[in-house]
């Protein structure tokens, strides 16, 4: 089956359980899927495994989703997998969000050329510590709410906007840092 | 740039990519273990069989302690003598293997065995209690079962049919046959006896894919057994542990931990020349490992 087939198309094979359209499903999406796990738990071998349980509770309830566009279908996988990754890391890494007192003004402007790239920028979003970058994670690119984000982490509201101002500010200083090497 | 320029400045860069060097997916990895999975019914598919499984395991120990440890009393009670000979048996099995001519050597035995059974008999037969005589009373009318450790070979070796004299050592080796929830698989497997209840195997399967048509993969293995029930019995079975890897893999060979159960019921007669079994493996946990990629 080739991969260019229609995602509609592939998806209603996979409803019926065709081996080959899920195979298919699974190429179109790994790579792209994986960078998302691989962003939360930084090891290749977990986002690998939380990508496999990920692609099954996909298959398992493709039935239930409703096609209307690739994107929204693609924002439904990548829901799944964060889902699972943040499941991962409670289950496996026993993560504690230490509940932070002071919070920070999330409105001091940051001041960066925003010149640099994607990659390097991702690179640098992994050496967040692993509180900063999931609560980073979460609300700056996935567009969870800070109430959304205690609720799944189990903090306050507070603590969340507090983690992720830090990890603004950390990932801000890294990307000026980097910037400044562009220019050197 | 305010906050919210800036996360949508690190979401628009980072939602763009979809490849990244050195970050490669392995995706016919990730296919693979999609595809056992899903197999096995995913996660929630998996529990129902699995206690099944368990529940049937432990229907057979509970069978099995009903059925040998009631009726024990009365084996050992008519038939001390029959029971003796198994236990001695497995001595003899260990003596035999330091034995140049099992043949020659147990020749003289014999006679010595069959005189000891004849006394046995007969001092039953005096007494007219069969049912009643234990392994005491025997001894104490002058059968040197259990005081005179030297004439136990001599009175039991002979009692060894030479089947199970082959076996008498610490190893086995096996062939099996099996189909899986994606692999039709076959091998061959070689082991050590460690203990009375744990065993060490390693082994080679060669396993082709299905329906798919995908070249046959080598497998092979390493598992430690610990047995529940004795092998000894018709229906036996084991815990294990295996790591496997498969040698064609299109990328670097994961290692693939596995562990669970197997089940086997002995189809032959005891002391065949060749056992069949027929078998169920029940895997309970499973987890990939790749070496090297510990980034």
């Known amino acids: ?184 | 740039m305010m906050p919210e320029e800036f996360d949508a400045m690190v979401k628009n860069k980072i939602s763009q990519m979809s490849y990244l060097p050195g970050l490669e997916c392995h995706e016919e990895e990730v296919w693979q273990k999609v595809n056992v999975k899903l197999g096995k019914g995913g996660t929630s598919g998996f529990v129902p069989p699995f206690l099944f499984g368990l529940v049937f395991i432990l229907g057979v120990c509970l069978w099995n302690y009903w059925s040998l440890i009631s009726p024990k009393k009365t084996v050992l009670l008519s038939a001390p003598s029959e029971k003796k000979v198994e236990q001695v048996a497995i001595i003899a099995q260990h003596e035999e293997t330091t034995t140049v001519d099992t043949a020659k050597a147990l020749s003289p035995f014999v006679q010595k065995k069959t005189d000891t059974t004849v006394v046995i008999k007969q001092l039953r037969r005096e007494d007219g209690k069969e049912d009643q005589t234990s392994a005491a009373s025997v001894t104490e009318h002058g059968v040197p079962l259990e005081r005179r450790p030297e004439d136990r070979p001599s009175a039991y070796l002979p009692i060894l049919p030479p089947k199970e004299q082959k076996s008498a050592n610490n190893t086995f080796r096996e062939g099996y046959l099996g189909l899986g929830g994606n692999y039709a698989f076959a091998g061959r497997r070689w082991g050590h006896t460690l203990s009375r209840n744990a065993t060490l195997a390693y082994g080679l399967a060669v396993k082709q894919p299905y329906p798919t048509f995908q070249l046959p993969s080598l497998a092979p293995s390493v598992e430690g057994r610990y047995y529940l029930l004795s092998k000894d019995k018709r229906f036996h079975a084991f815990v294990y542990a295996q790591l496997n890897t498969s040698l064609n893999a299109v990328y670097t060979p994961p290692l693939n931990l596995q562990v669970g159960a197997e089940a086997r019921y002995r189809l032959s007669r005891k002391g065949a020349t060749s056992a069949w079994f027929f078998f169920v493996r029940m895997p309970a946990y499973q987890r990939t490992i790749i070496p090297g990629r510990l980034y």
């Not at chain 1, 992720?164 to 200083?173: D, E, G, V």
Request: aromatic residues 10%; contains cysteine; proline residues 2%.
């Open chain 1, 1 to 184: 089956m080739s991969i260019a087939l229609d995602t509609e198309q592939v998806i209603q094979q996979c409803r019926s359980g065709d081996t080959k359209a899920q195979r298919a499903l699974v190429q179109r999406f790994a790579q792209q899927m994986f960078l998302h796990c691989y962003r939360y738990l930084k090891d290749r071998s977990d986002a690998e495994e939380v990508l496999s349980d990920g692609f099954v509770k996909v298959f398992q309830h493709l039935a239930r989703f409703e096609y209307r566009d690739e994107p929204s279908f693609e924002g439904w996988i990548r829901r799944i997998m964060v889902n699972e990754a943040l499941g991962f890391l409670r289950k496996r890494k026993k993560v504690v969000y230490v509940e932070e007192r002071e919070y920070e003004s999330i409105a001091d402007p940051l001041s960066i050329e925003g010149t640099i790239a994607a990659e390097d920028l991702y690179r640098l979003v992994l050496s967040l510590p692993l509180q900063y970058r999931t609560v980073f994670n979460m609300y700056a690119i996935e567009g969870y709410s800070h109430q959304e984000i205690g609720e799944l982490l189990n903090v306050t509201e507070g603590s969340s906007r507090s983690l992720l101002s830090r990890a603004r500010k950390m990932l801000h200083q890294l990307i000026i840092n980097t910037e400044n090497r562009y220019d050197a």
